[in-house]
């Protein structure tokens, strides 16, 4: 057995929609997926590799009060599809890669705005935007058992009850069979692992107050409520 010299956080976990929990591994997230979102953020969508980049295991958040986060002025939400992974391994075929996924839930891709863009204009790394306490927002986990393949279907993000994104996972640039096979040639993918697969157009900013809400293709939603962080 071994002995912590302190006790060891709690295992960050996401609930599973008909019961249990989903132990996350690592979080690793898609950008520039959707080409409306590349062109709103004033890339150009064609010939665009995937871009990736991580959050930290304990970044996930289950809905539910979310305080402001710290060192920001410019809060984003970005709406996503969140894939589970049930097992992995590196230089996955296209062709297996569905064959890896737990289930799907809905997600938002919280995103300090500002230190993005002063990341971007030193070509600095985008860690302090993107790696935010709480950053990783999840709703439950709908067993692909339960949903099947999820290639299409309706993706959508709401503000206090008026709807900021509007979109459909087909339009997806990366397709997930794509995006897993990519990213095992990377990281060796394990079970526990979650995948951001990207947001649609019409990004934007929430403030203390703020009341999300996301959904997609008939999977739980998730809801969150801003609140001003106190200490």
Same mark, same amino acid.
């Given at each position: 057995?071994?002995?912590?010299?302190?006790v060891?956080?709690?295992?960050?976990?996401v609930?599973?929609?008909?019961?249990?929990?989903?132990?996350v591994?690592?979080?690793?997230?898609?950008?520039?997926?959707?080409?409306? $979102?590349v062109?709103?953020?004033?890339g150009?969508?064609?010939?665009?590799?995937?871009?990736?980049?991580?959050?930290?295991?304990?970044?996930? $958040?289950?809905?539910?009060q979310f305080?402001?986060p710290?060192?920001?002025?410019?809060l984003?939400?970005?709406?996503?599809?969140?894939?589970? #992974?049930?097992?992995?391994?590196? $230089?996955?075929?296209?062709?297996?890669a569905t064959? $890896?996924?737990?289930?799907?839930?809905?997600g938002?891709? #919280?995103?300090?705005r500002?230190?993005q863009?002063?990341?971007?204009e030193?070509g600095?790394?985008?860690?302090?935007?993107?790696?935010?306490?709480?950053?990783?927002?999840?709703g439950?986990?709908?067993?692909v058992?339960?949903v099947?393949v999820?290639?299409?279907?309706?993706i959508?993000?709401?503000?206090?009850?008026?709807?900021r994104?509007?979109?459909?996972?087909?339009l997806?640039?990366?397709? #997930?069979?794509?995006?897993?096979?990519r990213?095992?040639g990377?990281?060796?993918?394990?079970a526990?692992?979650?995948?951001?697969?990207?947001?649609?157009?019409?990004?934007?900013?929430?403030?203390?107050?703020?009341?999300?809400?996301?959904?997609?293709?008939?999977?739980?939603?998730?809801?969150?409520?801003?609140?001003?962080?106190?200490?």
């Open positions: 057995m071994t002995d912590f010299v302190f060891p956080s709690p295992q960050p976990a609930p599973v929609v008909g019961g249990g929990l989903f132990p591994r690592r979080i690793f997230c898609v950008g520039k997926n959707y080409a409306d $979102h062109k709103e953020m004033g150009d969508p064609k010939n665009v590799p995937p871009v990736f980049f991580t959050k930290p295991a304990d970044a996930v $958040h289950t809905g539910g305080n402001f710290l060192a920001t002025d410019n984003h939400y970005e709406g996503e599809m969140v894939v589970a #992974l049930k097992s992995g391994g590196t $230089h996955i075929p296209e062709a297996e064959g $890896h996924i737990f289930g799907y839930a809905a938002c891709d #919280l995103t300090r500002d230190l863009a002063a990341a971007k030193k600095g790394p985008w860690d302090t935007a993107k790696a935010l306490d709480d950053g990783a927002a999840v439950p986990i709908t067993p058992a339960d099947g999820l290639d299409k279907g309706s959508s993000l709401s503000v206090n009850g008026e709807t994104q509007q979109s459909d996972l087909s997806m640039i990366w397709s #997930l069979p794509e995006i897993i096979a990213l095992s990377l990281f060796a993918l394990k526990g692992d979650l995948i951001y697969t990207g947001t649609p157009e019409g990004v934007g900013p929430l403030v203390v107050g703020d009341t999300c809400r996301i959904e997609v293709a008939g999977l739980a939603p998730l809801d969150f409520q801003v609140f001003e962080r106190k200490g």
